[in-house]
């Protein structure tokens, strides 16, 4: 967990993109298609697969704290968290262009 120096305004804004881009219950295509076909530990784990990414993604939440010499604070951090997300997903929260190439 970390701790983001946020305005109020960009942690609304930031939470609103999370909610566009949570499936709903009635997706039924959040499941990797057949095997990855990149796959990469370094920056990760990351896999990409035909239909989606699975990768550590980071969402952003606000913690309340109490302390003795300070009073009540509130602080924005992040979580960070193994998820698999189709493309389509990927494109609410990111500007990306989804092309399919073939030889």
Not at 9 to 30: C, H, K, M, N, V
Not at 74 to 93: K, L
Request: hydrophobic content about 35%; aromatic content about 14%; charged content about 30%.
């Amino acid at each position: 967990m970390e701790v983001l120096d946020l305005t109020a305004e960009e942690y609304q804004f930031l939470t609103r993109l999370q909610e566009g881009a949570r499936p709903s219950e009635d997706d039924i295509w959040d499941k990797p298609m057949g095997d990855p076909l990149y796959y990469d530990k370094e920056y990760g784990p990351i896999k990409i697969y035909r239909n989606g990414v699975q990768a550590r993604f980071v969402r952003v939440g606000d913690l309340h704290l109490a302390r003795p010499s300070t009073g009540f604070q509130r602080r924005y951090v992040t979580d960070y968290s193994t998820v698999f997300y189709p493309f389509e997903r990927i494109a609410a929260i990111y500007l990306i262009s989804i092309n399919i190439v073939r030889k």
